[in-house]
């Protein structure tokens, strides 16, 4: 039986000046502005200059919240973002937590990479309940994905709309704005080598080769058999953690108010709203800022704030996948 009200108290966006529209990807990638925005799903994203790494975007955004509180009071930093970060070996959760000021929390990372953050709130969630010393987790998730696309690379051509951002949330004991209900996850590991970084880690360590052939770019082993493989599950994978995360919560498909959801090319995004019967207004489509590693979710509900579709009492899911394969979704009562 829940006795605290463990939910969001507040959320912040952040994103890089420079803007890449769909006409501008066109000159890269040749595919003609129309296919980019219309099944792509995207009109334009934001990309980070080299002044800013994947960990000072989070910072950014987080640093919204902090100013309107102490931070001092947060027990736990959290970062939940891009695998992509400024080194490779290296965490970045001290950097966080040394330069937004939060001395009395302690740091760490949660890595799933797109999935992430539903799997982020059901974690902090779990935290919070269970230790009566912490009161205050902030989330913080940075992607500059965007730097490692190789555009003439034809296999990774899914992966074009990556762009930057960065996101965050504060969630406490006795929240005023939400409650975070219950999660639901799916695993198929069956796609663990689909889609990685080829050179870089212990696999095919950097050399003048793996440059040469350009391997610091994520790439796909083979788009077609991933895409055999991938279809007839990816959409059934979603239906399922969505609504066994409002089921386990009390409440029914038809009970969604808002769908925050990762972003995907156009027709997935269709086909998943057909599937549940929820009308495109009652989501969130990053159409202007393209899909950006585990963040989409909380720049929706952020931007859903924003635009005033979450009313009091309204039933919010978070969903998400990461490649490897993850699904993941986490129910939200507003107000």
């Known amino acids: 039986m829940r006795t605290e009200k463990i939910g969001i108290e507040a959320t912040s966006v952040f994103f890089p000046e420079r803007i890449e529209t769909a006409k501008d990807l066109s000159k890269k990638t ?19 200059d080299d002044s800013m790494q994947a960990t000072d975007l989070g910072i ?6 902090l100013s309107k509180i102490d931070p001092l009071s947060i027990d736990v930093v959290i970062y939940f973002g891009s695998p992509h970060k400024d080194y490779l070996v290296w965490s970045c959760a001290p950097k966080l937590q040394y330069e937004l000021g939060t001395k009395n929390a302690y740091a760490f990372e949660l890595m799933n990479v797109s999935s992430c953050f539903p799997i982020a709130l059901k974690v902090a969630k779990d935290m919070l309940r269970s230790d009566e010393k912490i009161k205050n987790i902030l989330l913080v998730g940075g992607c500059k994905e965007s730097q490692i696309i190789d555009y003439e690379n034809p296999r990774s051509r899914f992966m074009f709309n990556f762009g930057d951002g960065g996101t965050a949330a504060l969630l406490t004991k006795n929240s005023s704005n939400s409650e975070i209900l219950e999660s639901s996850i799916i695993t198929d590991g069956s796609f663990y080598e689909d889609v990685r970084v ?9 050399s003048l080769e793996t440059v040469k052939n350009r391997q610091h770019y994520i790439d796909v082993l083979d788009p077609s058999s991933m895409k055999e493989r991938l279809d007839p ?3 059934p994978n979603f239906e399922k953690v969505i609504r066994q995360a409002v089921q386990n919560s009390g409440y029914s498909l038809q009970d969604i108010k808002v769908l925050l959801p990762l972003h995907t090319k156009r027709s997935m995004f ?4 057909h599937t549940l019967q929820i009308p495109e207004e009652n989501t969130i489509y990053l159409d202007h800022h393209g899909h950006m590693s585990a963040l989409d979710p909380c720049v929706g509900l952020h931007f859903a704030q924003e635009q005033g579709k979450l009313r009091e009492g309204d039933i919010a899911v978070a969903v998400s996948a990461g490649t490897g394969y993850t699904w993941a979704a986490t129910t939200i009562q507003w107000g």
């Open 30 to 48: 040749g595919i003609p502005e129309q296919v980019i925005i219309e099944k792509f799903g995207l009109h334009q994203k934001h990309v980070s």
């Open 60 to 65: 950014e955004a987080a640093r919204k919240i």
């Open 198 to 206: 080829p050179a870089g880690g212990s696999k095919l360590f950097p």
């Open 233 to 235: 599950v990816s959409i």
């Open 270 to 273: 269709r086909e998943l709203l």
